[in-house]
């Protein structure tokens, strides 16, 4: 079966730090990867997919991040944080047998942005 | 174009009784699935619609149904309320499926009492 593993429910860092939040992925199947930005009281944003195609991907709000299927990690990243960046995130795989729009989430990761 | 947009925005009932969610897709788009989403539980995939036709089902118990119209707007019936289905439920579109980007509504967020 297909999971995610967000390692850090809450993450702080400062305005202007390296944002790194950490997703681990099982899956037998070369696996359809997302990331999604929840802010309060809102619905879910896709910030980037990885579909097979190039292994860094390149997602809005100057986020990225890299498939690296030897470590079935796809970790999101931003060099430099900002205010508006605080939120939750959540990593999600594609759910088994291909040809699906069921996605499994990881548990999220809250982010907190410091001044 | 107009996002994915849930009616209504919010809900309370009471143990026992039934409720019916709405979601209205992006223009075009054929594919909706809802999700819960809970403090507890988090984010769990309740069904997939694609062209009027159940694709999968979450692990959800009988009480949770739905369906989609030939104008590809979803509704979703929970009967009997639960304490427990207090949460907040998302719907999302996209045109096709796998490859395509779902696009998320702002969800219904329910209060069993």
């Known amino acids: 079966a297909q999971s995610v593993t967000q390692l850090g429910s809450h993450v702080s860092v400062s305005e202007g730090a390296l944002v790194l939040l950490r997703c681990n992925y099982s899956s037998s199947v070369p696996p359809y990867l997302f990331w999604y930005v929840q802010y309060p009281n809102q619905g879910l944003q896709l910030l980037l997919k990885y579909t097979s195609a190039a292994t860094l991907v390149k997602g809005i709000n100057g986020f990225e991040a890299e498939f690296k299927k030897s470590e079935t990690s796809f970790h999101l990243t931003k060099p430099s944080a900002h205010m508006s960046d605080a939120a939750e995130y959540f990593c999600a795989v594609s759910g088994p047998g291909g040809a699906t729009n069921k996605l499994i989430f990881g548990t999220g990761t809250l982010l907190a942005v410091q001044p | 174009k107009a996002g994915v947009t849930q009616t209504p925005r919010y809900l309370i009932k009471t143990r026992g009784q039934q409720v019916t969610l709405s979601c209205s897709p992006i223009?075009?788009?054929?594919?909706v699935s809802w999700y819960q989403q809970t403090p507890g539980q988090g984010l769990q995939f309740l069904f997939e619609y694609f062209s009027e036709t159940q694709r999968n089902k979450g692990n959800f118990p009988g009480r949770f149904s739905g369906r989609q119209f030939s104008n590809s707007r979803s509704e979703m019936n929970v009967s009997t309320l639960e304490l427990g289905d207090s949460a907040l439920y998302l719907c999302?579109?996209?045109?096709?499926?796998?490859?395509?980007?779902?696009?998320f509504g702002p969800g219904t967020r329910l209060t069993v009492l």
């Open positions: 223009s075009g788009h054929r594919s």
């Open positions: 999302a579109s996209s045109f096709g499926v796998a490859e395509d980007t779902q696009y």
